[in-house]
């Protein structure tokens, strides 16, 4: 999509190799899921993190029984407890089957306890994080590492969804949140580490104030409808991206509607406020 335009950086990788455990810092390890696809990447990064009660799983990812078995496997067998970022099924629909395996708890997502701000998992702290979706958490490792999920990605921006599943408004709070922090490392839910992540988050915010800006200056007094919009703004776009581009969208013209620089009539098309 055009808002990787308008990035100074972006954090690409060749595919890793499925079920293979990646060390990417000290303690910190990663599993490739095998979900590639337009949103995923190569996959979902199923993260393995040593703490002082045990090894805690982040973000399980698909439910695939051979993904299972090698993080179970890179886990040195024994998992503590299984951490998910966010409920979305490319993160969280292979957790109930690894909590059998593995007989650990889940937290988070759907099928686990819903983690609230500042509390911690093995001695790992939870950081509300909003937008992409609501109940997206961050988790701070220490020695100034996060691992991210959806709502920091090198390779892509995130899909931040329109109300009442996301919001843009909290997604750029979020990312305020996270750029004062000045993490050293910061580890996504998809593509390679990001290992400059304080310009980068800089980038972020102001790419999304620009598209912010720029999608008011394309309303004008007369109504237009988001497939309208959508066309003006990304030309030809390709089928499999539309859903989340229009997802984009929305969260974008809901911000303006926040901001009393956009209105949306009961057909659902907008104009200037
Ligand atoms: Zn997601």
Not at 80 to 90: C, E, L, N, Q, Y
Not at 139 to 144: A, K, M, R, S, V
Not at 172 to 182: M, R, Y
Not at 217 to 242: C, F, H, V
Request: net charge neutral.
């Amino acid at each position: 999509m055009s808002e990787l335009n308008t990035r100074a950086r972006r954090y690409t990788e060749d595919a890793p190799e499925y079920g293979r455990l990646l060390r990417e810092s000290r303690g910190v390890a990663r599993i490739v899921a095998p979900n590639p696809g337009p949103m995923t990447y190569h996959g979902t990064n199923t993260w393995l993190v040593e703490t002082d009660e045990g090894c805690v799983v982040i973000d399980p990812g698909p439910d695939d029984p051979a993904h299972q078995r090698a993080v179970l496997a890179g886990a040195g067998g024994q998992v503590r407890a299984i951490v998910v970022t966010h409920g979305h099924a490319d993160h969280e629909r292979g957790a109930p089957a690894l909590a059998r395996l593995a007989d650990a708890p889940i937290l988070g997502g759907s099928h686990g306890p819903a983690l609230v701000d500042q509390s911690t998992v093995c001695g790992l702290r939870v950081i509300a994080t909003p937008g992409h979706t609501m109940d997206h958490i961050c988790l701070d490792i220490g020695e100034n590492r996060l691992i991210a999920g959806d709502h920091i990605m090198g390779w892509s921006s995130s899909v931040v969804m329109r109300a009442p599943h996301g919001s843009m408004d909290a997604y750029l709070t979020s990312l305020k949140t996270i750029h004062e922090k000045h993490y050293a490392l910061v580890l996504s839910g998809h593509g390679p580490p990001i290992t400059e992540p304080h310009p980068f988050i800089e980038g972020l915010i102001r790419a999304r104030q620009r598209r912010l800006a720029q999608i008011h200056a394309m309303l004008g007094p007369d109504w237009q409808s988001e497939a309208t919009l959508l066309e003006r703004i990304y030309k030809n776009l390709a089928a499999p991206l539309r859903p989340a581009a229009t997802e984009v969208l929305g969260a974008t013209l809901e911000a303006l509607q926040t901001r009393g620089q956009a209105v949306r009539n009961a057909d659902g098309a907008w104009r200037k406020a």
